[in-house]
Structures are given as structure tokens and as C-alpha cells.
């Protein structure tokens, strides 16, 4: 022990975290052997040792639901130790509990996380409003309800969603089709830009969505909590409930609901008619765990009914052309909780059985089986005996059969290998009496893959994987034979023809695509406060079915989108580079990257089409050559103990190499900052004001286009193409907790969005072409541990 004489002014400072997913871990006890002194992590997982002599110190760090374990430390300076701690011996199997289906994520890959307490301040929003307090993602939006992720700007089937160690299959690929997951079943999120997680998917080539179940104890305890939050916007909120019970012996169970109705929305000067949303959740899970073998069955439902803006759906060309020039939306209605056509009705059901088995010379081994099933009604404005009938009904099913083994190998050396096969069958519902947008289809997946993560010392790491998928597409297709003979299908596929009718063509196309994908990274930790991430990715992906085959109109999302039958699978060849800096005081990280994407699939808007339904943009499929940059920013200063500036920074440039143009729907410049104050002796007391600064985008192709309007004899430009202008938002939001008993905690929450109530236009919103966002939202959040 250092000599009393000593002058004594160092600090011992640091974090806490779980060694399996680099989570804070919270109220863990650090203990300085010898001495009384100890202190306890806070919200942030942080803890400080003050005036301590230069010398050798032995740390002894334990937590609740960890093996407790001791830490030599050196201290002649003010010295950062980050203690990392193995849960294994006193909670769930990390396979079974925490839901990481594959173990450890990316050794060479920065991975943005969103703990299970941050999560639940987005209980009464989505996913996408959840992810979208992450650097380097925006929000792809179809009105106030349908939030997409777009990260380093990339959506839909670029962006992977594991949920529960499950991928979600739920038809992402429409811009109006949200993931179907509630938030608040969700324990920890965690965001992986990049494709280099090559045992969750090979064609992430935008990146990699990770939900997983909150962490249970191997003990006997019940434990549960429930969620009020209320609403103004849309005079509405939700409820949530979750109860929990375990056992010493490793059996548990949980069971989880939600219910969520809010009416229209409201702009700043009026009301968003027909943006009312409903929904229902439920799910549960259970099953045992033992240290070296376990099982785990879960299922979960989610129902949600979201009305789509009446002001999108309109008559004639003319009154397309009012509603885009137009500063309000032509349909101003009185508020209302009615959900009328134009709406979308969306069930999903997802169920997962998983066990696994340690076996001392192999590793440990893993099967899973899940199964999902996506229903999608869109229901449009129709009249007579077609009233209230859908006029899209597609049914998607898909079975997935999964084996991984983990291994670890000598000299700390861990190989991960894997093998998955899958059937996914979709059904469009001829009945509805529309012609369907997307084709009847059978779709086999097969995938292989291997990680090798080998560490050169203590402080650097490489990685390097290979994945190889083949996926083949057997389709039934009807083409208006004047579709069929404008794309020269006649010419290139007559081999695929199965009959001929008088206005339409019978097809069988059948598909093969062959995707390698590769991932070559290293991680290098300078001390305890510096890390350097580098990572390369090769992602394929195949064209999903809308790209491939869309010949109609696509009702939710207001617009008749075409695809083209002769697509090839994209090539992304993705860089990143990460420097960050952990410490308590100051924390930063700077992530740039270049993605170039060969056979890219972009979607854009052409012309007009008029139908029966009225008069509806025209948006195409095409493939060129792209190439995405940009850069993400993310930087936290602690002025005093109690506050804290938090500071946020995105830019992503995406450009069509094949036509010298910017990329459509890229996100434009964002940059948030935050003062934060948070007094864990009053009451954990939390007081945050956010400013959000969404930059004008600049830079974008022009797909305007001329219209002819028959009442005047005329045409009209339609603007579809130029940006809305910059905007920024002011938020609030604050909590505090209160101990109601030994076991029982209240937390209050109160905050406001769109503080101001600014009226603006976001140029990812695909309604900012008939009405504004939306404006102040009040927000009242009880939460009740028990």
C-alpha cells in the first residue's frame, strides 16, 4: 500500500461494463481492497475514486447479476480504468437471456447501443423515433406513424432487423412498411452500421438493426413494471406492462403487452386528418437455462391499424398538382379517433424455439427454429360493393432453421461458424379485386458462414470473415402485355411465358442469385482511454420482390411504382474508421466512411399516371453504380458532476456515378445538441433541453416533370424535386424517481417536442408534398417498478 507521507491527489475513474456487449452496467459496487472505500456505478455506469496516493491498488468490482472479480490497477496520475465484468455464473446464459442468438456482434465494428432506460422514454413512439436518437440515422417517414431507420442512408431491405435473435421478414422493403416490433419489448437495441456481422445476414449493405430481450437473473425472484405515457399530439398514449419470473434452478418466465391508440395528429395550424394509429402487443417467453445447456421458446403478436393522410389520396391530375403546390393540405377535417380509408392493417406473428449445448472441446452449439407471419391489408377509398374491401392483401410466410457453433480456440483465438436454411412463401389475395402489386412467390434462402476473431495482444485485435449465400425465387406473374412489350420482356424472356390472354401475360420467372460477402477489420486500444476500429465489408444483396416485380399502384404509399424483371444483386464495398475516446470527463468519437455500391437499386419518381382512383405520382425502379461518404460525430463534456453537454453530427452524400447526379432521399446535414443536468441526490433528478438543426438539402437529382391538365387545356410543372427549407427543433425532457418501498419504484417523466411549435417540412417525409410535420407535443411518462 502507497506510504501515508505521500502527497495524495490522484482519482481513479472509470466505467463498469458487461465484457459480452460492452453495456453500462448500472448500481455495480467497486471496492478498493484494504480500505473502506467503495462506491457504487451510476446511471452511466461511472465511477470515481478521489485522493488517492501514487501506488499499486487491488479493485475487487461485483454486480447483482455477475461473478465478482478482482483488478489490479497502477496509479501515479489521474488514471482511467474501464472494469469489464463475465456474466455466466449468477444470470441467464447470454444466448438465452440477453438474446445475443450469435454471441459477441463485431470485434472491429463500433456499435451503437440503446439501454432498456433510454428505451423506455420512446415507449408510446417507434422503433424508428428510438434509433433516431443515434448519430449517423435519420428517419424515413410516411406521415407521423410509419417511421423507417435509414442509416448512413440506406433503408428498407438494406437495413437488417434482428429481433430476439429472429430476422424480421415483414415486407420492408415498401418505404411506407415500418419494422413491426414494440419498443417495449425490446431490452436493449443496438445498431451495427456496416455489414461486417456476418452471422446475422451477408446483405446488410446498409447495416444491422440488433433487438434483444432485457437480461433475467438466475434466482428466485418476480419482479414486473408498467409504463403510462400520454400525448397531446394526437390526444392519445399507451400502456405497457411486463411481469417476470426466475428461478434458482434456471427456469423463467415472461410475459409482455402493450396497447397504444392516439387520434389525428396536428401540425402548428391544422389538423393532420386521418393520422390516427392502434395498436396491439403481446408476447412472452420461457424456458431453462444451466451453464452449459438450455432452452428458450418465445412468441410475440403485434397488430397496428395507422391511418394514411386523406390530403394524399386525390381526384384528377389537377388536383395532384393543387396538392403539391398548395401551402396547406386540401382535406382539413375536425379531429377525430377514426381510422378511415386510406389506412394500413398490419398482424405479424413471430415464435422462436432455441436451445444450445456446451461440449468442452468443441464450444458451444446452438439450434434454432423460428417461424414468421406477416399479414398486410392497405386499404383504399373505394365505393359500391367493393366498400371496406382491401385493395392489397398479402400474406407472407417464412420458416428459418439456424445452427451455430461458437468456439474458442487457444490463445484466446474464437472461430464462429454457421450454417441457415430458409422457405418463405408469399401470397397476394386475387379477391381483392385489384391487380396485385406484388406477385405469388416461393423463395429458398441457404447461407454458410465463418469469423475468425484473432487477438495479436491485449490491446489489438483482427477479424476477418466469409459468407456465401444462394437464394432462388420461384414467382407466377401476370404483365399487361403493354408493360411486357414497352420493357422488351418479349424479346429478353419469352422463354418464361406461360400463356396469353387477351391484355395480359402469364409468367414463370424463376430466380438464382449467388452472394458472397466479406468482412476484414482490427481494433486497436491505445491505453484505457483511445480505440481505433477499422473495418472492410463486401455485402451482396439480391433485389427483393418489389424491385423485381412491382407493376401497380402501391396504395399506402400514395404513389404506382414499376419494377424491371432484369436486376442484378447489389456489391457494396463499405470502409469504416472509428477513433473514440472513453473517459469520464470527456468522450468523443468520429466515424468516417465511403460506401461504393455496384448494381445499386434506386426508386424515383417519373411522371403522372391517372387511374380509376385517380391521378397518382409514378415511381420507377432503375440500377447504376453509386457511391456514398460521410462522417458521424458523437461528443459528451462534463462542466461539474451534474452537467453535462452532449453534441451530435451527421453528413452522408450519396451520388449516382452512372449519371453524374445526386442520389434521391438522401439525408440531409443533422447536428444535435444537448444540455443535460442530472442529480442523483434529488430524486435522480433529470433535466435535458435538445436543439436539433436539420440542415436544407442541397444536393439532389431533378425528376421534375410536365403534367397535362385537361380542364385548362394546359400543362403544369410539377415540383417534386426541390428540398423544404432547413428547420431546427427545440426539445425538453426531464424525470425524476421516487422510492415508493423497499421494491417498488415510481419514476415521472414529463417532456416537449418541438418546443416552439416551428411548422416545417422534412425532406424524408414522404407527405411534405401535401402537408407540414408535426407540431408541440406535450408527453407525460409514469413508470411503476415492482
Not at 396547406?328 to 377525430?336: A, E, G, H, K, Q
Not at 481494433?523 to 439480391?542: D, H, K, M, W
Amino acid at each position: 500500500m502507497p506510504a501515508l507521507s505521500q502527497t495524495c491527489d490522484n482519482t481513479l475513474s472509470g466505467t463498469v461494463k458487461d465484457s459480452h456487449d460492452g453495456s453500462l452496467l448500472v448500481g455495480a459496487t467497486v471496492i478498493i481492497a484494504g480500505t473502506e472505500q467503495a462506491v457504487q456505478t451510476n446511471l452511466d455506469g461511472e465511477y470515481v475514486f478521489n485522493h488517492l496516493c501514487d501506488g499499486t491498488y487491488d479493485i475487487q468490482v461485483s454486480h447483482p447479476f455477475c461473478e465478482t472479480q478482482g483488478f489490479s490497477v497502477k496509479v501515479d496520475e489521474n488514471t482511467v480504468k474501464i472494469f469489464r465484468l463475465e456474466h455466466h455464473l449468477e444470470e441467464l446464459n447470454e444466448v438465452i437471456v440477453e438474446g445475443h442468438a450469435y454471441g459477441d456482434k463485431s470485434k472491429t465494428l463500433v456499435e451503437s447501443t440503446i439501454s432498456k432506460e433510454k428505451l423506455e422514454a420512446f415507449n408510446g413512439a417507434t422503433l424508428g423515433d428510438a434509433l433516431n436518437s443515434l448519430s449517423g440515422v435519420s428517419s424515413l417517414n410516411s406521415g407521423n406513424a410509419i417511421v423507417k431507420p435509414v442509416v448512413n442512408g440506406l433503408h428498407s431491405s438494406r437495413v437488417i432487423v434482428i429481433n430476439n435473435g429472429v430476422r424480421m421478414e415483414d415486407q420492408e422493403w415498401g418505404v411506407e412498411h415500418a419494422p413491426n416490433m414494440d419498443v417495449n419489448a425490446v431490452g436493449n437495441l443496438t445498431l451495427i452500421k456496416g455489414a461486417g456481422a456476418l452471422q446475422y445476414s451477408g446483405d446488410a449493405v446498409g447495416g444491422v438493426i440488433v433487438a434483444e430481450a432485457a437480461k433475467i437473473p438466475v434466482k428466485d425472484t418476480l419482479y414486473g413494471k408498467t409504463i403510462l405515457t400520454g400525448a397531446s399530439n394526437g390526444r392519445g398514449g399507451s400502456v405497457t406492462s411486463q411481469l417476470t419470473k426466475s428461478y434458482q434452478n434456471g427456469w423463467y418466465g415472461s410475459v409482455q403487452g402493450t396497447y397504444k391508440r392516439l387520434g389525428d395528429f396536428e401540425a402548428p395550424d391544422y389538423v393532420l386528418s386521418n393520422t390516427g394509429t392502434s395498436e396491439r402487443n403481446a408476447s412472452f417467453n420461457f424456458g431453462l437455462n444451466r451453464f452449459d445447456y438450455g432452452v428458450e421458446a418465445y412468441y410475440s403478436y403485434f397488430k397496428n391499424e395507422i391511418g394514411i393522410l386523406s390530403a394524399s389520396h386525390i381526384g384528377g391530375a389537377s388536383d395532384l398538382v393543387s396538392a403539391i403546390n398548395s401551402d396547406v393540405p386540401l382535406i382539413i377535417n375536425d379531429f377525430t379517433y377514426d381510422i378511415s380509408e386510406p389506412r394500413q392493417d398490419i398482424t405479424h406473428h413471430l415464435a422462436r424455439i432455441k436451445g444450445f449445448k456446451t461440449f468442452e472441446n468443441l464450444g458451444k452449439l446452438s439450434l434454432q427454429y423460428d417461424f414468421q407471419r406477416n399479414n398486410r391489408l392497405e386499404y383504399d377509398i373505394r365505393t359500391g360493393s367493393d366498400s371496406g374491401k382491401a385493395s392489397v392483401d398479402l400474406e407472407l410466410t417464412t420458416h428459418t432453421l439456424s445452427l451455430d457453433l461458437d468456439s474458442h480456440l487457444k490463445d484466446g483465438i474464437k472461430l464462429k461458424t454457421g450454417i441457415k436454411a430458409s422457405y418463405q412463401d408469399n401470397f397476394a389475395d386475387p379477391n381483392t379485386g385489384v391487380r396485385r402489386l406484388i406477385p405469388d412467390y416461393d423463395k429458398y434462402d441457404l447461407g454458410v458462414y465463418a469469423i475468425l476473431d484473432y487477438p495479436i495482444n491485449n490491446d489489438w485485435v483482427v477479424e476477418a470473415g466469409g459468407r456465401f449465400d444462394y437464394s432462388f425465387m420461384d414467382a407466377y406473374k401476370y404483365y399487361k402485355t403493354s408493360f411486357w412489350e414497352s420493357r422488351n420482356y418479349d424479346e429478353l424472356y419469352p422463354d418464361i411465358v406461360v400463356e396469353e390472354f387477351d391484355n395480359q401475360i402469364l409468367t414463370h420467372p424463376e430466380l438464382h442469385f449467388y452472394n458472397p460477402s466479406v468482412t476484414l477489420g482490427t481494433t486497436y486500444n491505445f491505453g484505457e482511454s483511445y480505440q481505433l476500429f477499422f473495418n472492410y465489408a463486401l455485402a451482396s444483396r439480391a433485389p427483393n420482390a418489389s424491385e423485381l416485380f412491382s407493376e401497380g399502384l402501391h396504395h399506402s404509399a400514395s404513389r404506382i411504382e414499376y419494377g424491371d424483371l432484369s436486376f442484378n444483386s447489389e456489391i457494396g464495398h463499405k470502409f469504416i474508421l472509428t477513433f473514440q475516446r472513453n473517459n469520464k470527463d470527456f468522450n468523443f468519437s468520429v466515424s468516417p466512411f465511403i460506401n461504393t455500391i455496384k448494381d445499386f437499386i434506386v426508386i424515383e419518381p417519373t411522371s403522372i399516371e391517372t387511374t380509376v382512383r385517380g391521378s397518382f405520382q409514378v415511381w420507377e425502379y432503375r440500377q447504376t453504380d453509386a457511391q456514398l461518404f460521410g462522417v458521424d460525430i458523437d461528443a459528451s463534456y462534463a462542466f461539474t458532476n451534474n452537467f453535462r453537454y452532449n453534441y451530435q453530427f451527421s453528413l452522408v452524400k450519396g451520388y449516382d456515378r452512372s449519371q453524374d447526379e445526386p442520389l434521391i432521399s438522401m439525408p440531409p446535414v443533422n447536428m444535435k445538441n444537448e444540455i443535460v443536468y442530472q442529480n442523483p441526490k434529488l430524486n435522480n433528478l433529470r433535466l435535458a433541453l435538445q436543439s436539433e438543426f436539420v440542415f436544407r438539402q442541397n444536393e439532389y437529382p431533378d425528376n421534375n416533370f410536365e403534367v397535362y391538365i385537361a380542364e385548362t387545356e394546359s400543362t403544369e410543372l410539377v415540383d417534386i424535386s426541390t428540398p423544404p427549407d432547413a428547420y431546427h427543433l427545440l426539445n425538453f425532457n426531464s424525470s425524476i424517481d421516487l422510492n415508493v418501498n423497499e421494491k417498488s419504484k415510481l419514476s415521472l417523466g414529463f417532456g416537449v417536442t418541438n418546443l416552439l411549435n416551428t411548422s416545417y417540412r422534412d425532406y424524408l417525409n414522404s407527405m411534405r408534398y401535401y402537408a407540414d410535420d408535426l407540431g408541440r407535443n406535450f408527453l407525460l411518462n409514469i413508470k411503476f417498478n415492482y
